[in-house]
């Protein structure tokens, strides 16, 4: 089987400071990964790197192009791979504020990503809007409503809703329950589940929490200072770490 | 017109301002920088109009102004005194005599021909800066032709008015490429751009954007399958030369909501009015 | 079906003066489909720990764990996710699930894991609920708030709803009543008798004589601890 996404020696740093260095792993079609570490660790800086927001110092982030089998995306040319950022990955970001047009309304957030691939039909884009708020737990009727009358986790479901439309094979999720309620995260946490699942979806997620990952990824890559210290099974890792940083991670989440 | 320069503008700065206009005459569409002058009328008031209009002047030309439509405003008619005073051309008002008309958000009822050229006043030429406030963002969609962003403006429309509620800079794509501001004409305008046979050239002052449309050029309005481009009108005739192809301004009569339409092209109007038609309310 | 040989593990626990400790040394274990095989042993012993690395949970130090043909010490995640998925069922002693989640759909994911119709799987989910006497209102709820016996029974009906080839069950009647312990353990006979591999933790000693067919004393893996 051909990884959809394969990654080699991914470095970057800012002057002096080590973003991420030579960081290597192979994700697989339905693949869900989390990468763990604390602040500064690198994580961001790897995801922006394999995304193309960042353009790493050094390595090749391949992925398996639909119409052209695996592509380096580093070096393709940048209209190539922001068509790929709009058509076949999708990116959620932390703060739904970065991830959607707070000034559009709900249905136009959802429907630009169509509209950027040639629908030029109202009625067919409004359809898809309607539905993609039904999958993702928001009333049709607050289809014509500004996402600043949402609430923190309905912006959330909204930049997914968004971001899914077109139907990708990979997204990047950048902390994506970070500064919601724990009674919404759960519900997030179980609606990207259900999506993953039924859409076949290949993910990547990072975040600082170990619940998280417990839940939605099926392997784990632990940070630190910029190098990945441990790689395994989610479960693996989070209840038999071998390394000692991933050793003092676990054991300093509090238990409840 | 001793004391000034041929049109105001040094030699140097014609040229620069031609080399621009040669620029998006070359790339229809495409947003070419210029390095706008300081003009001696405040912003707003059509200095990058003004600037291209001096760069292709010559002593030959006869120079129209119109101000939504009319020559006899302010606007129209101080830019004509200034080209008057500073290059000594002579001036017009008729449409058909004039081989270069600055226009101020409309495009002249007569079909224009060849050899004339119309300058728009722009105040903002970038037609996604709506939803994209970042330049370095909209420039890079324009280069890449991501023009999505277009649509979910005409979508917004459309979700809260139930139809595309944009009447006026109503977004166009120049020969299937570049997506345009027109400049705040009507959307009634809006068919006239294409395939028209004079020069179009825009210009905006403050943002020092100058963009081109050259004779024949295909220019189309953006709009949806199941929501096409309608270049509505006023239900009326003009109420002074009778005319029903034409745009037109909404007059309030009296403090009793007395109300009539007449062309807001002036010299139009006249024209028609001197060759014998009549409206309802012509005296 | 199951097979582990020479297999071996070491706790390392690098925050606490890297102290190394050897729990299990030189396993080697067989369990034919159709056998059930109990893991016996004091507390302590290692029991848990085992059932553990041959879950993929924990990482063996040495040797070759195979499920269904697979060494999972050495498989990427990938292919024990698959295993996991497909071949080796985990009936903890714990139940772990996302809040809200109702319990019909707790129940019926792992037949949803492998591609089942959601009326499908929920039509079995239904059943091996309806059989194990979890009350029809409780099926919509969140299985986190019901009670330790409730808890242990959906987490056996999550483990019995697929047919899997190797099925681990950590203590799996520990807090049932009678009746609800012989449903049970007639679910696992039936697994027996359609040829499932199990391997299994029991404290009851009624349960273990009643359906498993040999025992392994865990105590026999202890490593002799260097002085």
Redesign the interface.
Known sequence: MTPLLSVQGMTRSYGNHLGCSDVSFDLYPGEVMGIVGESGSGKSTLLNCLAGHLTPDAGSVIYDTRGHGPRDTVTMSEPERRMLGRTDWAFVHQRASDGLRMGVSAGGNVGERLMAIGNRHYGDIRGHAIDWLDRVEIDAGRIDDRPVTFSGGMQQRLQIARNLVTGPRLVFMDEPTGGLDVSVQARLLDLLRGLVRDMGLSAIIVTHDLAVVRLLADRLMVMKSGRVVEHGLTDRVLDDPQHAYTQLLVSSVLQV | MSGYNFAYLDEQTKRMIRRAILKALAIPGYQVPFASREMPMPYGWGTGGVQVSAAVLTPEDRFKVIDQGADDTTNAVSIRRFFERTAGIATTTATRDATVIQTRHRIPEEPLREGQILVYQVPIPEPLRFLEPRESETRKMHSLAEYGLMHVKLYEDISRHGHIATTYAYPVKVEERYVMDPSPIPKFDNPKLSDCAAIQLFGAGREQRIYALPPYTTVASLDFDDHPFDPSRADHPCGLCGSVETYLDEVIMDDAGGRMFVCSDTDHCETRQNAGYRGKDAG | MIELRNVSKT?????QGSAVINVLAHVDLDVRPGECVALTGSSGAGKSTLM?MIY????ARSGVIRVGGVDLVQAE??E??RIRRETLGYVSQFLRV????PTLQVVAEPL??IGAPPDRAEAQARDLLTRLNIPRRLWSLSPTTFSGGEQQRVNIARGFVHPYPALLLDEPTASLDPENRDIVLGLIETAKQRGAAIVGIFHDTDARNRVCDREIDVGRFTPEQAA
Do not use: E
């Open positions: 706790f390392t626990l690098h925050n553990r993929g949970n924990y990482m995640p990938r024990i996710i996302v809040p809200r989640v949803r894991a």
